[in-house]
């Protein structure tokens, strides 16, 4: 029994020495740490010259993490966590205010989803070079709030990229040796500088944070700052490292932007869903923002269509637009619903044959001149019977091609004639006029037809073959008026290219004519 009680007493003593000994190792530790801080500036150097102390001196191994505590500690910075807030500290609860339309939260945390090379950077640049000269709005959405700096974590591009982007958006100097000097309100990280988001890497952003109130931070990308870490982006381990940037960045009042890759194109989806990895990463971000090729290629061939659509979700509201870059410049093709439809409809209208076809053909070609098509009228013009012109015009409208917009009052027989238009025609504000009830139907008066007037003159021709101003100051042909209804607001197509249309141009100024002897 006394053997049992050595035994133990023994025991006991071994583990009181060896925790004294922890002890004395720590409070080693903890003075060098004093002395370092004391002396040396830079933090990555003090987690260096404490670790080799700790191993040479002690036969102590540390960590960075462990080091960056023990010197933070006797710098007298505070760590671990904080205290919490009570009734004395006020939480601000106003709604979520955002950069750019619905689209960009402001100091929150966006992801941004896509294939390579669609324009994940050159959106943001896009955004940054808008607010840094002042202007109101970014592709027909205001721009509500800004940010005073630009802090980019760019693994993704060499400088020399990044540089073409800086010059597009305005945000440096060029010189006359064709090099250029970053806008002040610029900090880069590009490709080569191997900085990841590990603590060294977390540490030098919040030091450009210090520097830079109120940034936008870009991460592009996820998965170029995390390479090196052994993280699997399929587990939800590849969260850790982004609420680690957001928790060290919450005091700087940051806008944060990372930009990630999608597992495919996914037309129609969101960037929940698109986001490859695990659902984790876009569970970790305020508003999460798919960019997608509005149409993309089918036979994995280059991609000729280059309108983009940019959708999000998240705890702002929710926004679509499609956009493209046209000679070097950023363009709006409008709202991202409509867009779709459009394209939905170009679909359709290549699809008809037959009757159908000639049918739309009929009404497209008179809707140029705001000319009406009347059920008589077709039924003349196709030979066939009124009936059968009304039949094919509701199968035209069923599949949305065609709408009724009203009747005339009455045919040579008494009964009211039903009056259509494509429905991607817009109307001319005014143009419609006097809208009356018969047995139950809407009746236009004063409507042009082609037996009841000639048609409508309007401002600017369709067809009508035109050049439009560039960045420059310089003329572009190589375009025509595809809706000149408004001189305010013309729409104009691409030669030879549909698909590429540029609304809300003023005529004279965005926009004027080609003289004949010139094409």
Known sequence: MSFIQNDSENTSETEEEILKEDLSRLSQIDGYARRVVSVEPDQNRQIELLKEFAQRDLSFSIGNSFAFKILARADGRQVGIPDPISSDIEIDVTEDSMVWGDVLMYQSWNLISALPK????????????????????FLGLPISHKFDHLIIVGNDQNYKQWGKLFLREGLCTRNENNKIRLDPRIALWAQG?????????????????????????????LRSVTAQMGLDENKTEIQAPIRRIQDATAEYGVTGVFLHHTTKSV????????SSGSAAIPAAFDQTILMNWLKPSLDQSAQSDKRISISCMGRGLGAMLVAEIVDGLWVSHGDGEAA???EKISELEDNLVGRQGDAYDHVCQLWENQVHTSTTELASMLNVTTSKALRTLRALERKGLVKQEGVLETNEKGRPVALFRPSRGDINNGYLND????????????????SLSTPAKVSVPSLTKVERTMADGSWQRGWFVRDGSDPHAITIERLGNPNLRIKNMRWGIDVREVEQEEI
Request: charged share 25%; with cysteine; net charge neutral.
């Open 340 to 342: 779709v439809q459009a």
């Open 118 to 137: 669609v324009g994940k950077s050159a959106l943001v640049m896009g955004i940054a070079g808008a607010v840094f000269k002042g202007e109101s709005s």
């Open 193 to 221: 500088t191997g900085i990841q988001l590990n603590e060294e890497g977390i540490e030098r952003i919040v030091k450009e944070c210090e520097k830079r109130p109120n940034a936008l931070i870009l991460i592009d990308t």
């Open 435 to 450: 809208f009356n009830d018969f047995n139950g139907n809407k009746i236009i008066k004063d409507i042009k037809t082609p």
């Open 267 to 274: 037309g129609g989806g969101n960037a929940v869903i698109a």
